[in-house]
């Protein structure tokens, strides 16, 4: 009878001690962290549909002006600046004719809702509001202006040419 006591007493202490440890293992077999959600955009920013300016026959004793639209969309700032020079070494504007000769012209620049400004050559204008993060619409112009006392007494040296680059950058 002894073998008889000890095997049914042996199976209930077991279950017993199961039963009271359980609710304690179990708390201590879980695990929590954390994890940093970030939102962000890269800053991009481009310049579009800038086109060629041709001024033909301007009228005597007038200045010779043209203007042209075009797109500064970006994404991940708030203000730009842009800056015009002419291409090369020498940001002064200047439109060279056939025979060599140099004349000089002017640049304007408004971003749309704002006051038109001079811009003056290789020096950025800044704070200009970002309008668009796309190109889908033009939203900024550019005027050139040919003083008549820069364009008229040098009219046999005609076409005269020169290349205006624009540089947009994000603040």
Partial sequence: ???VTANFLAPIVVTGLAIGFTPSALSQATDSATSLITLQFDTTITIDNVDP???SNP???NDAIADDRFCVAGNGFSLYGITFQND???PTYSLIGSDGTSISYDVVYQNDGALPEP?????AITNNVLQAS???DDNATFVIIIPENQWEPNQA???FSGTLRITV???
């Fill in 1 to 3: 009878m002894r073998i």
């Fill in 53 to 55: 300016i041709t001024i």
């Fill in 59 to 61: 009228t005597p004793g």
């Fill in 88 to 90: 090369g070494a020498d």
């Fill in 119 to 123: 811009a003056p050559a290789g020096q």
């Fill in 134 to 136: 796309n190109c889908a």
């Fill in 157 to 159: 040296s005609a076409p």
């Fill in 169 to 171: 950058e994000a603040e």
